[in-house]
């Protein structure tokens, strides 16, 4: 027995001591193969369009980049590269995944793009010959041991046709089309930046042929300060580069970049391999200039008399975006002229010229910041009859805007001063938006929303800088219609100790454009306001504001009109007494009805989905989200 268990001993003894061993070897083992680092979860992006991918895989082409852009540099706020938390921070960015989809911008491959363009000659053949090797013949770059270029900047003047000239491009090549505002995409948050641009490459990648377009470039790619990586944008650069030097894995894919200003962009971005292109789009030729006067012309009634060749001596230095200016103001003036003589007119040289003379042509970068405000509405007629109840409302609103869009000379022949706008008050929710919209699209009117919370600025100057410009950009266009939504924020009662309030030098503004309304014939101010009684006097007094239109909750009738609309396309109960909930739903405006229609909705789609049969909307599941709508409505 004890000879048996000194054996087992023994025996489990030597077992141990081998395993001890192997533990050893497989620790050293561990230790010698080289270290994986993890890598963060990346933003799935779809195939799009599929046949590119397809392509892709038969016939793989170099990558390359070009960047256009021209915008300050950001305030330095990033940590140094190699510094633990702003590389955690970038990687729980990336991890989250940035939305690519925004810079996506679909366009139609046409082979006679680039013969579409007006002017630019020279960077045309430039940009296409370019882009001909890495993207028709990627295998030649291979062949004869080139590396293939990142990517091309074009630099020039605002409005010269930068980003007009890149999308032709994309369209010529069939390529897909990234477009990336530089100062869009900088954002304050430390890694957020990278990884946007991390993920537009990938996608890119991912969709070849493709060209990233980055407008703006100066606002990441401005010259370094020698002290190391101190501002965000330093950090975001540092990413592109790194982007651009792994070109050789990211064939089909090509980067261009715009600026207006060349002299600040960082040497690192412009070194061989990089942006080493670099192609000049300058103002216009005299004769460029007339074909580009003609292009904007194009369908428009014109003097026959008009010598371009004279429009054209008079407009040397301006950009293609301020001779569209120019003709359309001249249309403007010609239409007018049209519309108080009961004649048909045409554009003359005299027109062009008064344009010019009046100062009226924007800047590129006013033009700019005003389309944030435009609204696209198209002409429709029927516009007012769509509208769901509000009927005293639609006829007092339409009766308003009869005379000032239609027969201004009316005005001039009785002797009266034309009225400046109208304040549209009454409970939120209740449309006073949608109304001033259909009254754009009834007279066929350009339509600037101005959310007078969001505009108003701390920084002096600005908000009145925008009303302004806004101003500016509506007369330039007329007929349009400028509607102020909470117009309290800036034309709050102010308190008689003088401007001291951001608000009050912007109502200052406010009331000084509305008194010079006599020579903004076509141009019409709707006011929206919840609280009429807190509004300055001086907004509300004759030849300002002085007509007011309530908005008020709908009645019934207004209730059961609006809840078969909101009701249309939905499965509603045949049964569903629509009066009996028009009755409980007293005091609800058309925001709060739809709102309740669609709660119900989706109750009911709930049920359907856990009892697997089709469903009607009933009574009972409106009765049941009334008490949470009615709750939000308080």
């Known amino acids: 027995m004890f000879q048996l268990a000194s054996l087992l001993g023994g025996l489990l003894g030597y077992l141990l001591g081998i395993g001890f061993i192997a533990w050893i070897i497989h620790s050293i083992w561990l230790a010698s193969r080289p270290q994986q680092r993890s890598v963060p979860k990346q933003t799935t992006i779809d195939t799009w369009p599929p046949q590119w991918s397809q392509q892709a895989q038969q016939q793989q082409s170099p990558a390359t980049g070009t960047f256009f852009g021209n915008v300050p540099s950001d305030p330095a706020l990033w940590r140094p590269v190699g510094q633990p938390t702003a590389q955690t921070q970038a990687a729980a960015a990336e991890d989250k995944g940035a939305d690519i989809s925004q810079f996506r911008v679909e366009v139609e491959a046409d082979p006679d793009a680039f013969e579409k363009v007006v002017g630019m000659e020279k960077a045309k053949t430039e940009l ?190 301006l950009t293609g975006a301020f001779l569209g200016s120019v003709v359309n103001g001249a249309a403007k003036i010609a239409m007018k002229r049209s519309i108080e003589s009961r004649k048909e007119d045409v554009i003359t040289l005299q027109d062009m010229f008064s344009v010019m003379r009046e100062g009226n042509i924007q800047t590129d970068q006013e033009l700019k910041e005003v389309e944030n405000f435009r609204v696209h509405v198209e002409h429709d007629p029927d516009a007012f009859e769509k509208v769901v109840g509000m009927e005293k409302a639609k006829t007092e609103l339409r009766d308003a805007l009869e005379l000032p869009f239609l027969n201004p000379s009316k005005i001039k022949q009785f002797g009266l001063k034309p009225t400046s706008g109208l304040i549209l008050y009454g409970p939120p929710g209740t449309g006073k938006t949608h109304l001033a919209r259909a009254a754009a699209a009834f007279f066929g009117a350009e339509f600037f929303v101005v959310n007078a919370s969001s505009v108003s600025s701390s920084l002096v100057g600005s908000t009145e800088a925008t009303i302004r410009g806004i101003f500016k950009a509506a007369k330039a266009q007329t007929p349009s219609i400028i509607f102020f939504d909470e117009i309290d924020v800036i034309g709050a009662r102010r308190d008689g100790q003088g401007l001291n309030r951001p608000s009050d030098l912007a109502l200052n503004t406010l009331l000084t454009e509305l008194d010079g309304f006599e020579d903004r014939e076509g141009v019409f101010v709707v006011a929206a306001t919840n609280r009429l009684d807190i509004l300055d006097e001086a907004l509300v007094r004759p030849g300002r504001f002085e007509l007011k239109i309530e908005i008020k909750a709908p009645n019934e009738e207004e209730r059961i009109e609006l809840l078969k609309f909101f009701g249309k396309e939905k499965p509603l109960d045949p049964a569903l007494n629509l009066r009996e909930l028009a009755k409980i739903t007293e005091g609800m405006t058309g925001a709060y009805l739809e709102g309740l229609t669609n709660a119900a909705a989706k109750r009911t789609m709930k049920r359907e989905i856990r009892t697997n049969k089709d469903e009607n909307i009933t009574y009972d599941d409106f009765i049941s989200v009334l008490p949470e709508i009615k709750n939000n409505q308080n």
């Not at 030649?140 to 080139?146: A, D, H, R, S, V």
């Not at 990884?195 to 407008?215: C, H, M, N, Y």
């Open 128 to 317: 296409r010959d370019a882009l001909e090797l890495p993207f028709l013949n990627p295998s030649k770059i291979k062949q004869f041991g080139l590396k293939p270029t990142s990517g091309l900047i074009l630099y020039g003047p605002p409005g010269t046709g930068k980003t007009h000239l890149a999308r032709a491009a994309a369209e010529y090549f069939g390529a897909e089309f990234f477009v990336v505002n530089a100062s869009a995409v900088s954002g304050p948050q430390v890694g957020s930046t990278e990884a946007t641009i991390r993920g537009i490459f990938k996608a890119a990648k991912a969709q070849t042929p493709s060209i990233i377009f980055f407008d703006e470039i100066d606002v990441i790619g401005a010259r370094r300060d020698g002290q190391g990586l101190n501002r965000p944008s330093d950090l975001a650069l540092n990413t592109l580069l790194t982007e651009l030097d792994g070109f050789e894995k990211r064939e089909g894919v090509f980067v261009i970049a715009a600026t207006n200003r060349l002299d600040t962009i960082d040497e690192a971005l412009l070194r061989p391999g990089r942006l080493e292109l670099k192609i000049e789009i300058s103002a216009p030729n005299y004769q460029e200039r007339i074909e580009l006067l003609k292009f904007f012309a194009k369908n428009k009634p014109l003097d026959p008399a008009l010598n371009w060749g004279d429009i054209s001596k008079k407009t040397n230095g």
